[in-house]
């Protein structure tokens, strides 16, 4: 099997009702189903061409995971303030894009406990659950709170950030899965001690701004055959060919038995796969 040339994208998922992990590589508007090709020979060839995903213009680097440097500067999406919500600057009228931050950060926001490599506190819209934890290669999940805009969510994230991670640590995520944990009975010792923090910002939002959960803990198992022992990362931007036996997927990541790539990392990069 051969694919045409195209721009990847970040791997697109599905979560069964059996809480299996489905994926597909998206290349150009081809979706290459990749679930059923571990066990086999698997080749991704670069084809040093990079497109923006927003313009389409050609770039020589990609900013931001997938943008030219001009798109990088004024799009709303690739600013700080997406990585830092608590940095909203929309109420000082600064926003890059209104419109865009109307539709996407004035909606409703959850903060979840994960287990990646370890216990986590996270943020997503509502919209991209179970998304967000598929990407970052959680195991397990529990959404704790729901708020109504995205900068009440990254408050709630800081509150929490004060007493356990809000990173992943990738390597340790890729060599295993980290030991079962009950996040339920995690969020319940850990609420209390923001109590007072969470007043102030019901206080300052309106009462309604954060509203405890009580959902199941949503479990993930991702495909994977074999998890490597050693992190060795390919680069396109070092050598245009990554060929292997595909071992496993998880998060962003293909597992081969030559290393290991982040797709997401490469996302507008012209390439073709090939199935052997």
Not at 59 to 79: E, I, R, V
Not at 182 to 197: G, M
Request: hydrophobic fraction near 35%.
């Amino acid at each position: 099997m051969q694919t045409e040339v195209g721009a990847l994208r970040k791997m697109t998922a599905q979560l069964d009702e059996q809480g299996h992990v489905h994926y597909q590589l998206p290349i150009g508007e081809q979706l290459l189903p990749l679930n059923e090709l571990i066990g086999k020979q698997l080749t991704l060839i670069y084809h040093e061409h990079i497109s923006c995903s927003h313009c389409g213009r050609k770039t020589k680097k990609s900013f931001s995971q997938g943008y030219c440097y001009p798109c990088m500067q004024k799009l709303a999406q690739c600013d700080m303030c997406i990585m830092k919500p608590e940095t909203c600057h929309f109420e000082q009228g600064t926003c890059r894009e209104p419109e865009w931050g109307e539709a996407n950060c004035f909606i409703p926001h959850y903060v979840y406990l994960a287990n990646t490599s370890g216990l986590k506190v996270g943020i997503t819209r509502h919209t991209q659950i179970p998304t967000r934890w598929i990407d970052q290669g959680a195991t397990q999940a529990l959404p704790v709170f729901k708020v109504n805009t995205r900068l009440q969510s990254g408050l709630v994230e800081i509150a929490l950030a004060e007493f356990i991670a809000d990173k992943t640590n990738w390597r340790t995520m890729l060599k295993g899965n980290a030991e079962p944990m009950d996040l339920i009975a995690k969020s319940q010792e850990i609420i209390p001690l923001i109590s007072e923090k969470l007043n102030d910002i019901r206080l300052k939002f309106g009462e309604d701004s954060v509203e405890q959960l009580s959902n199941d803990m949503v479990e993930l198992n991702f495909p994977v055959e074999e998890f490597p022992t050693k992190i060795v990362s390919h680069n396109f931007d070092k050598n245009p060919e990554v060929s292997g036996i595909l071992q496993g997927i998880k998060g962003q990541y293909l597992f081969f038995d030559t290393g290991v790539i982040n797709i997401r990392k490469f996302s507008s990069y012209h390439i073709h796969a090939l199935v052997n």
